[in-house]
């Protein structure tokens, strides 16, 4: 596992998920240019939820190229993306289960949502963010449910919006789920290291 961890902390493999990740925010915003188009300006921000994960993330990973830490980036990163990772992946099934089929589109953003979730984790022995940080992505993480859920601002999934108090309800306790790995994974961690030292 270290060594694992060793080779994820080498400048050619953090370049290449660089790469990887600029493209799918990218392509990601250009996902949801239809639903942007027909979003008033002042809700921008919060459409968007995976590709802006995703943008925290391809953050975090060119400050680690130049051996630099973004705290409340990395904090912002590592919630989102195993929230709206594992999100995208349970809608996807959902239609699946509501359909009884799925565009080939469906699986691979399943495919590419649950890499996305793994992706944070994985980078989680690197973060270096304290609990005020994690505070921080959790109100951002919170009041964006409040936008997707009140204001109807979430991504659209046309066949499961007649149930969409349910989603709602399952994407904050998903929330409730992801700020707690983030503190499990990264703030405690921390506290264990300075408990042996």
């Known amino acids: 596992m270290r060594v694992f961890q060793y080779l994820l902390g080498q400048r050619p493999i953090i370049f290449v998920m660089f790469i990887i990740n600029l493209f799918g925010t990218i392509y990601g915003y250009y996902w949801y240019r239809y639903q942007l188009a027909e979003t008033p300006a002042h809700f921008y921000i919060f459409v968007p939820d995976s590709p802006t994960a995703s943008l925290f993330f391809t953050i975090v990973l060119f400050a680690f190229l130049f051996k630099r830490n973004l705290p409340i980036i990395e904090a912002l990163a590592i919630v989102t993306l195993f929230k ?95 700020i707690g790995i983030a503190y499990y994974l990264v703030i405690k961690n921390q506290l264990k290291q300075l408990e042996i030292t």
Do not use: C
Not at 141 to 160: A, C, G, K, Q, W
């Open 84 to 178: 709206y990772g594992i999100w995208a992946v349970i809608m996807n099934l959902l239609v699946l289960a509501v359909n009884g089929t799925l565009p080939w589109e469906g699986y691979m953003l399943i495919a590419s949502h649950f890499g996305m979730a793994v992706q944070g984790l994985l980078y989680a022995s690197y973060y270096r963010f304290k609990a005020w940080h994690l505070i921080v992505a959790a109100i951002w993480t919170l009041h964006n449910d409040v936008i997707d859920y009140v204001f109807e601002m979430m991504p659209r999934y046309s066949v499961l919006m007649d149930y969409l108090n349910e989603v709602g309800y399952m994407t904050f306790w998903l929330s409730l789920m992801s």
